[in-house]
T-cell receptor
């Protein structure tokens, strides 16, 4: 299936830990994103990469570090997790100026 | 500033009726608008989009209307079915790169 996939689907961890979420798209898109959805369902962009180059960084704390090894992958590493980081994180991709397609989400719970 | 809002957070309709979900946006420079459907536990799914040079676009059972004069966007779903139950988001952007999402409307279908 052509899609945006991300792992893991659920992530439960203690405050202060470091964790990563992986994302892959096989749609041939050149732009990838990370979005965060809070408990009130509000969706907000965090990062955008175009051909492995960071183009949008929405004043996200530097504990969050995206890494794009190639244009089909965009991973998100989070250091020193805090309670407020609990949310659903969505990876997405698009062609430049095209429709944004979202992955299934990773529900992160910080205890 | 950028904000996209919705007139109603919840909407209940009878099965078979038409549904209309409304959205107000504030950035008059936005030139691209998109509707997503999000089912429980899943990522947002593309429904339909419209560019600012159009005022209406139709898809399968869905129509999006854009009124740039009053900065209003609506999604009409014809003959609403149980499978249409979800949270619906409108989003806007300039150039389709950085989507700004509204808060979402939960659509419930009554049998």
């Amino acid at each position: 299936d052509t899609a945006v996939s991300q792992t893991p689907k659920y992530l439960v961890t203690q405050m202060g830990n470091d964790k990563s979420i992986k994302c892959e798209q096989n749609l041939g898109h050149d732009t990838m994103y990370w979005y965060k959805q809070d408990s009130k369902k509000f969706l907000k962009i965090m990062f955008s990469y175009n051909n492995k180059e960071l183009i949008i960084n929405e004043t996200v704390p530097n504990r969050f570090s995206p890494k794009s090894p190639d244009k089909a992958h965009l991973n998100l590493h989070i250091n020193s997790l805090e309670l407020g980081d609990s949310a659903v994180y969505f990876c997405a991709s698009s062609q430049t100026a095209g429709v944004v397609f979202f992955g299934p989400g990773t529900r992160l719970t910080v205890l | 500033g950028e904000s996209v809002g919705l007139h109603l957070p919840t909407l209940s309709v009878q099965e078979g009726d038409n549904s209309i979900i409304n959205c107000a946006y504030s950035n008059s420079a936005s030139d691209y608008f998109i509707w997503y459907k999000q089912e429980s536990g899943k990522g947002p799914q593309f429904i339909i989009d419209i560019r600012s040079n159009m005022d209406k676009r139709q898809g399968q059972r869905v129509t999006v209307l854009l009124n740039k004069t009053v900065k209003h966007l609506s999604l009409q779903i014809a003959a609403t079915q149980p499978g249409d139950s979800a949270v619906y988001f409108c989003a806007e952007s300039k150039g389709a790169q950085k989507l700004v999402f509204g808060q979402g409307t939960r659509l419930t279908i009554n049998p």
